[in-house]
């Protein structure tokens, strides 16, 4: 199983880039990496999902090294909204078993 | 707009009272997933299913069991809720390799 490990938290201020970067490293060749965003009291929702190199959408960018044992979302000029928890998923190719790591609270001060 | 719709979004329940969380998605997935969320432990997958009538164990299974007997609705059965079972859950659907869809979640208090 691809168990995934990301920073338990991390601050940021208004207007700074945030880098969270997650550990997959028994990903398997067809699998894809996906990334949610959870405010409290409600479910996640998809943010931005890459097989390699680099992803870019109008919320976020996705890193992803050449051996893909990690990843990394880069939030570019947060703002206090982005406050949040966020989890890196690996999408399996085969099977349906979808397991979430701990996910990384993000917490962007004024 | 797509929707994955959970029947309740606060439910109270007493020990050892048999309870179900219904999940609904109007997009034709063939998979459909149960989380629990308790703080501090992120999203724990409880049962998946794959197609009707299939389902799978997640990594926490004891003391729930799932029903799908038909492709929309994912059914999550407490047999005989404990307080231990207190939590937030939340279920999701996705056809294969394509991203998750949430409904807002269900909190149930176990009393």
């Known amino acids: 199983l691809a168990k995934t490990t990301q920073p338990i938290s991390m601050d940021s201020y208004e207007g700074q880039e945030v880098n969270i970067t997650c550990s997959h490293n028994?990903?398997?060749?067809?699998?894809?990496i996906t990334w949610y965003q959870q405010f409290p009291s409600q479910g996640p929702r998809f943010i931005i999902q890459?097989?390699?190199t680099k992803v870019t959408n109008e919320v976020a960018s996705l890193f992803i090294p050449a051996d893909r044992k990690s990843s990394t979302l880069s939030l570019p000029r947060v703002s206090l909204s982005d406050t949040a928890v966020y989890y890196c998923?690996?999408?399996?190719?085969?099977?349906?078993?979808?397991?979430f790591g701990g996910g990384t609270r993000v917490l962007v001060k004024p | 707009d797509v929707k994955v719709t959970q029947s309740s979004r606060y439910l109270v329940k007493r020990t050892g009272e048999k309870v179900f969380l219904e999940c609904v998605q109007d997009?034709?997935?063939?998979?459909m997933f149960w989380y629990r969320q308790d703080p501090g432990l992120g999203l724990r997958l409880i049962y998946f299913?794959?197609?009707?009538?299939?389902?799978e164990k997640g990594d926490i299974p004891e003391g729930y069991s799932v029903s799908r007997e038909k492709k929309e609705r994912f059914s999550l059965i407490l047999e005989s809720a404990s307080t231990n079972q207190t939590s937030m859950y939340l279920c999701?659907?996705?056809?294969?390799?394509?991203?998750?869809?949430f409904g807002s979640g269900t909190q149930l208090s176990v009393l």
């Open positions: 999701a659907s996705t056809t294969q390799r394509e991203k998750l869809f």
């Open positions: 890459g097989y390699k």
């Open positions: 028994n990903i398997a060749t067809n699998d894809y």
């Open positions: 299913s794959y197609d009707v009538k299939m389902k």
């Open positions: 997009m034709d997935h063939e998979n």
């Open positions: 998923l690996v999408n399996k190719a085969a099977g349906n078993k979808l397991t």
